[in-house]
């Protein structure tokens, strides 16, 4: 059965003429003309019975607007069905006021709200009067139509734009040429939903302004910032007009959109860096080769979180500029200080492109680095020593061999304190050359006097290398605050006593104390003590002096009779620097 609502069936001509006189906010009253009896006579105007009104109603149905709709039609007397949209399957589409409906609809429609449901009530004269139509409509027949509107649009409308929400900072806005990501949940004017971005837990990824989307969005998207919500409300004919999209998107449909944007970058972009913040005295910057290490968080533009190495309490360590990271982070890493902080934006060219990675970052995403550098060394570095005390008498300087006592702390260069000697009882104690240290500190001891004090810059390749220890992390760099506190030169290795300069000759008189020709241990005892006393002779520091005597005293008295005659001393084999 054809519709019978238009004034001519089957005509698609849109009409444009105006009702003179119509109060649209008024709605039509049922006038009757009542007898003696009571009876009502013939209908004079429509009657409208608004029986279901939506609460919001940014909207109204005026003369020449487009209006799409479901009706149930009826007859008044019997109630039989005569037509009915519903039972198409497919809602009807018309201009309201211009004559290209009945006159009674064209009046029972106006002031209409989407998602009302009213019943309008059409005398002859309003609808097909005394001739009736098609064999379908009777003469002088009274129609009734329970109509739900769907959808209202004008010719002249514009996509509407309204905001939800917007980020207080917003550095870009959206323009054309611009690549989009953004979720969205896609509704007809009625509020049924068509489509949803999130319920697939993908983003909409494309350019803007190119032609990739219906023209509405490709407008209503524009100037927006990543973070912000907005509706974007596109009338028909700048989405997908007559033809509608699918099963979803009937002709001739309103689309309402809630948009978040996610992303936006453009294929132009460069990195974008902003600095933070700058330690004071920044005297060394990274270059090409360098390797650093670095603490970091990753998000989106819209701040949602990617990863951090914080979460893993563990730097991020790699070499600048050598390729080992994304491109825009290699580039990046160049011209950092240590201790800087800095944000990172790197578009998807300069990252993981089109493809994304995996499920941790989708394709087409820019990343947003926050960065924080601990350190960094060049493998040709050595060891850095400053001097930042030296007492003005300094005769004895350190050097292989001796036996130091020196206080210290070690940290990380961000300032993290790992070791103090301020943790124990006493200084630490070590020997020069005997590989008791790492080879950077062993290098910043050298050459120091008693009471003189250095900092020192440990790479480290001269410190605990790429696998660390203890409390030290892979591949750190190590700042040592130095004090020397006590030097016992020492002797080399393999020897337990050295002379000074020249020692007695002959040496078996000088040995023998009281002139008997022969020296038991405790005369020779105290002929060494005398020599170490005189500034003549050095014991090997560290070790117990009673113990080093007792082993050269028997280390000469070849026979071991309890005493050393001029005989052993002379003995060919026997070196004077044995002793």
Not at 86 to 113: E, N, P, W
Not at 330 to 341: N, R, S, T, V
Not at 510 to 532: H, Y
């Amino acid at each position: 059965m054809s519709h019978i609502i238009p004034r001519t069936v089957g005509s698609d001509s849109l009409l444009q003429v105006s009702i003179p006189g119509l109060d649209l906010n008024m709605f039509f009253l049922l006038l009757f003309v009542v007898s003696a009896t009571g009876s009502p006579g013939p209908l004079v105007d429509v009657v409208v019975d608004r029986y279901e009104i939506p609460k919001v109603c940014p909207r109204e149905v005026q003369t020449e607007d487009f209006i799409r709709y479901h009706f149930n039609g009826t007859f008044h007397g019997d109630g039989k069905k005569f037509d009915s949209s519903h039972d198409r399957g497919k809602a009807f589409i018309s201009q309201v006021g211009l004559g290209r409906l009945i006159t009674g609809m064209d009046r029972g429609l106006q002031g209409m709200c989407v998602n009302e449901r009213r019943r309008i009530i059409v005398p002859p004269h309003l609808a097909y009067g005394s001739i009736g139509t098609g064999g379908v409509i009777p003469p002088d027949a009274v129609l009734v139509y329970d109509v739900l509107l769907l959808d209202i649009w004008n010719a002249d409308d514009k996509v509407q734009i309204r905001t939800l929400g917007r980020p207080a900072a917003c550095n870009r806005t959206t323009a054309a040429s611009d690549f989009i990501r953004y979720h969205y949940n896609g509704t007809l004017l009625s509020g049924e939903a068509f489509d949803s971005s999130h319920s697939r837990n993908l983003t909409y990824d494309t350019y803007l302004g190119k032609g990739h989307l219906i023209k509405g969005l490709d407008e209503g998207l524009l100037g927006m910032c990543v973070g912000e919500r907005r509706v974007v409300i596109v009338p028909p004919f700048l989405a997908y007009g007559e033809s509608g999209s699918g099963t979803l998107v009937p002709p001739q449909a309103t689309l309402v959109f809630e948009v978040l944007l996610v992303d936006v970058f453009n294929p132009k972009d460069n990195l974008t860096v902003e600095v933070k913040e700058v330690p004071e005295g920044c005297s060394r910057r990274t270059v090409i080769g360098d390797y650093i290490r670095y603490h970091y968080n990753g998000t989106f533009q819209d701040g949602t979180a990617f990863d951090s190495s914080y979460q893993r309490n563990s730097t991020y360590n790699t070499y600048v500029g050598m390729g080992y990271v994304i491109r825009g982070m290699d580039k990046a890493l160049q011209g950092l200080c240590m201790g800087e902080k800095r944000r990172i934006t790197v578009p998807p060219h300069m990252a993981y492109g089109e493809d994304g990675v995996g499920d941790i970052i989708p394709g087409s995403a820019v990343l947003v680095f926050d960065i924080h550098v601990i350190d960094f060394h060049n493998p040709k570095d050595l060891v850095d020593i400053k001097v930042t005390h030296k007492p003005q008498e300094c005769d004895a300087t350190t050097e292989a061999d001796d036996l130091i006592q020196y206080r210290y702390n070690c940290s990380l260069m961000d300032g993290a304190l790992l070791y103090s000697s301020d943790q124990f009882t006493s200084p630490s104690v070590t020997t020069l050359g005997a590989n008791q240290v790492i080879l950077g500190l062993e290098e910043g001891l050298k050459g120091m006097c008693v009471g003189e004090r250095r900092e020192v810059i440990v790479p480290p390749h001269w410190g605990h290398g790429d696998n660390g220890a203890g409390a030290v992390p892979r591949s750190a760099v190590l700042f040592f605050e130095l004090e020397l506190v006590e030097l016992q030169k020492g002797v080399p290795e393999g020897y337990m006593f050295v002379w000074i300069g020249d020692g007695p000759d002959p040496l078996f008189p000088a040995m023998d104390l009281n002139g008997d020709k022969e020296v038991p241990l405790e005369e020779f005892s105290t002929f060494i003590r005398l020599q170490v006393k005189e500034g003549k002779g050095r014991l090997r520091p560290g070790v117990d002096a009673d113990g080093i005597i007792k082993d050269m005293f028997d280390n000469q008295d070849r026979n071991k009779d309890g005493k050393i005659t001029e005989a052993e001393l002379s003995d060919e084999q026997v070196k004077r620097d044995e002793l």
